[in-house]
């Protein structure tokens, strides 16, 4: 099987990676790799597999089978090397799971001395965190109180606040305002430039268009395309990614299901 | 170094054991909307209350009488308080147990948000089984404060080694009774993890959760005599009181105590046994289960279709009942099935079954080793009022758990719908409690009298429990006004300690006087039907008073402005 990706030095590899839910496959022969300062976006429609790909390279589930390596060192699932691994990734899950009791201070707070961060340090990077999301002023408040948004930056803060080498991003716009998506689409690209491995999964294709240079499209569990977003619209002879991902997961037509749905408002 | 990264793993421990703390006394004690702390004092206080109340009977019982007692009279006396307090202990870690349930083992949460940490998934464990030990540690240390003055005061004057190894006694006693208990539960959970499919775990879990707190509490009832411990060492003590687990502890306590029980030493042999054996289960059956706990955490929200427990009687109850009033149906619907999914909510529940379903248990088994079971053809008069107590007892853990809200972010649906005043919800939630309790109460208790006694017998038995049950009911009912699990707070929770004692004293007024006035009517038909005549004029009063109540009313936003001006605050 192929590995998806640029030549390079791989941060992340992932070699036939298959997970099995009581025999049906959910991801199959999944092979990618990511290097240092490129973004891969990883795209699909609901129950593509995406979110089940993200939860084995973050530890959450052990494949049914495959690798995965991190700069080159093969990482056994359940094993200490798999913790060490966990050390240089920052992970932003798709569902806001969070203490929703906990402020977001102190959420990030037990975040950064879990992952044995020197408590000056971390004090001090949670309250610039706080700041530039606009966070402070609630940052006494449980976050039971806050917005789908504002859980959304703080699992972004706690993805970052140490300094990973690998950032694992499942849908991490959810619920973002279009200023604070803007900004974080630049700092995804800035997390890059500084030599950053981001793996970046989502269905908002604009998003992905806009931020990724290359993508592995799935459907069914199974990789349909990759390559550049430039290849592949080349390779289907479309204008843009989201035609190409229409063509590639074969979507049923949109005007026709719309219809069907005001008809079922109607009775 | 080594020591550099011990001090870093204990470090982190401290810190995951400090959260998971606060989280479970946010999470079990609280409704996440900040009373958090009066449940947890109202929870303590009324352990408090308890341990008081056992060390004021002791005093009672013993105290006055202490200056001219014999040591043997001062020995029964501490030896039956290490009994009670023993079975209590048995009987609180039982109860906790079947409410934390759910807290064994890390919950999807803490599998998304920690697992994925550079951290041992073990110390995670770890942490989170200390976390609900220290709480139950704090519960059982609050219940017995004041029997540890107490007990060892009760033992004064004995001489010897009896009074001053008291305290440790005690201590040493009711902490492994503790451990033993807790860790044989955690056990067969593992265990039943380990063994069963998830879906068919599901479906045992409201059972076994039913069966601790009868099992546990029951025991409280069940204590066979302490004359059995005192048999002479030539004799051998009764299979009974040799596998009576609050015995092996009592026999422990008096054991290091250096006390005067010949079979002392044989009881504190088995009490380490069962403390030895149930942590080593207990131990290696959470290990075991670990992994399994962890990947069903996960993949649930990926891929599997768990099966929820369905209650089809209830639907097939409560839509005819309700069939008229959609929004009644709806919100009957909606209480049904959150009292049966919801763990909490179950858990509660059970708890109320579990005390009624103990109690009926011991009147019956009293009965049935009185008599021999030769009078079980005739009504008797302190089994008649079981099926009153175990119904409305249910009807009051239905009532208390809709006073406690599940849910804040989700209870905006019934602010934004029209669904009515409280007459629609007291309809429907007598839908509920009589799909729920009195149905399944009435027909089981037909059938059952009918094959005991005879038909009439059993039908007027019948008629007696669903009439005292509706008027039980109405009264119960008198003061809902808002959707159940949906209020801004737990509004009994602070009212508990009120509530309590309005309990006590309803259920000392079921067993006696229904008793009384149910036997005296079985009697005689004409008093019967004159009985029927009233109670159900006394059900339409109160049925009649509470579909006329309605709730005080809201100001709605539109009319703020003009309310605010009527107050003339600036005359």
Request: hydrophobic share 50%; glycine share 8%; net charge neutral.
């Amino acid at each position: 099987m192929p590995t998806h990706g640029l030549p390079g030095s791989a941060i992340l590899e992932v070699r036939s990676l298959c997970k099995h839910f009581s025999g049906i496959p959910a991801v199959a022969d999944v092979s990618f790799r990511i290097n240092a300062g490129e973004i891969l976006g990883y795209l699909g429609p609901n129950g593509s597999g995406k979110s089940t790909t993200v939860k084995m390279v973050t530890g959450l589930l052990q494949p049914s089978s495959g690798e995965i390596l991190y700069r080159g060192e093969l990482v056994q699932p359940g094993t200490s090397s798999f913790k060490h691994y966990q050390k240089y990734i920052g992970y932003v899950p798709e569902e806001p799971y969070l203490y929703t009791q906990l402020s977001a201070g102190e959420y990030l707070f037990l975040i950064g001395r879990l992952r044995k961060m020197r408590e000056v340090l971390l004090r001090e990077k949670i309250a610039e965190g706080l700041r530039q999301f606009g966070l402070w002023e609630d940052r006494y408040s449980p976050m039971a109180s806050y917005s789908k948004g504002m859980r959304q930056k703080v699992l972004l803060l706690a993805a970052i606040l140490h300094d990973p080498d690998l950032v694992i991003l499942d849908e991490p716009f959810s619920g973002l305002d279009i200023a604070t998506a803007l900004m974080m689409r630049i700092f995804i690209r800035k997390l890059a430039e500084t030599g950053k491995a981001v793996f970046f999964s989502s269905h908002v294709i604009e998003v992905v268009e806009k931020v990724c240079a290359s993508v592995i499209v799935l459907r069914w569990g199974k990789v349909v395309g990759a390559g550049t977003v430039d290849s592949l619209r080349t390779l289907l002879h479309r204008s843009s990614l989201e035609e190409v991902f229409a063509d590639l997961v074969e979507l049923s037509d949109s005007e026709t299901a719309a219809s069907n749905l005001l008809a079922l408002m109607k009775g | 170094m080594q020591r550099s990264a011990d001090g870093e793993s204990l470090r982190e421990f401290v810190v995951l054991t400090r959260h998971f703390s606060t989280r479970l006394r946010r999470d079990f004690f609280g409704t996440g909307e900040g009373d958090t702390s009066s449940s947890l004092a109202t929870a303590l206080s009324l352990l408090l209350a308890y341990g008081i109340c056992v060390a004021v009977f002791l005093i009672l019982s013993f105290g006055f009488q202490l200056l001219r007692a014999t040591d043997s009279a001062r020995v029964e006396a501490v030896l039956s308080a290490h009994d009670v307090l023993t079975a209590s202990t048995l009987a609180l870690t039982g109860a906790y147990f079947v409410f934390l349930w759910e807290q064994l083992f890390p919950d999807r949460f803490d599998c998304h948000v920690l697992l994925v940490q550079p951290i041992s998934s073990l110390m995670v464990l770890g942490a989170k089984l200390f976390s609900v030990l220290g709480f139950l540690l704090l519960f059982v240390a609050v219940m017995h404060s004041a029997c540890l003055i107490v007990v060892p005061l009760t033992a004064m004057s004995s001489g010897g080694g009896f009074v001053t190894l008291q305290l440790p006694a005690y201590v040493i006693s009711i902490g492994m009774a503790m451990l033993t208990a807790f860790f044989g539960l955690a056990g067969l959970v593992a265990l039943l993890v380990l063994l069963l499919p998830y879906r068919v775990f599901l479906w045992v879990k409201p059972a076994m959760q039913f069966g601790v707190f009868v099992v546990f509490l029951g025991q409280m009832f069940f204590s066979p005599p302490l004359e059995q411990l005192r048999v002479p060492a030539t004799m051998e003590l009764s299979v009974f009181a040799r596998y009576w687990p609050s015995f092996w502890f009592t026999g422990l306590a008096d054991w290091i105590a250096d006390g005067f029980l010949p079979h002392g030493a044989a009881l504190a042999q088995s009490a380490f046994l069962a403390t030895g054996s149930a942590i080593l289960i207990g131990v290696i059956g959470i290990l075991l289960a670990y992994p399994k706990v962890n990947r069903i955490a996960v993949e649930e929200t990926d891929f599997c279709r768990r099966g929820m427990p369905k209650f089809p009687v209830a639907d097939i109850w409560l839509r005819p009942w309700l069939s008229d009033d959609p929004p009644a149906l709806a919100i009957g619907l909606f209480t049904l099935k959150v009292l049966l999914r919801d763990a909490r909510s179950r858990a509660m529940f059970l708890l109320y079954a579990g005390l009624a379903s103990a109690y009926a248990l011991r009147e019956v088994s009293g009965f049935l080793a009185s008599s021999d079971g030769a009078e079980m053809s005739a009504p008797y008069v302190y089994l008649l009022p079981l099926p009153l107590v175990l119904v409305v007892f249910a009807m009051m853990a239905v009532r208390a758990l809709c006073a406690t809200p599940i849910s804040m972010q989700a209870s905006w649906i019934f602010r934004l719908v029209d669904w009515g005043d409280g007459r629609r919800i007291r309809k429907a939630l007598r839908g509920v409690i009589g799909a729920v309790v009195i149905f399944p109460a009435a027909v089981f208790c037909l059938v059952f009298h009918a094959w005991v006694w005879n038909s009439w017998l059993s039908c007027t038995h019948t008629v007696f429990l669903v009439l005292t049950s509706l008027i039980a009911m109405e009264w119960i009912l008198r003061n809902v006004e808002i959707v159940p699990f949906t209020q801004p707070k737990a509004e009994h929770l602070g009212r508990l300690r009120v509530m309590f004692g309005i309990y006590v004293l309803a259920f000392v007024a079921l067993t006696f006087l229904s008793a009384h006035v149910e036997y005296s009517l079985l009697g005689s038909p004409l008093a019967f039907v004159c009985f029927l005549l009233a109670g159900t004029a006394v059900w339409l009063i109160l049925h009649v008073t509470n579909q006329r109540r309605q709730a005080p009313g809201g100001i709605e936003i539109g009319q703020l402005e003009s309310f605010v001006l009527g107050l003339k605050l600036d005359s």
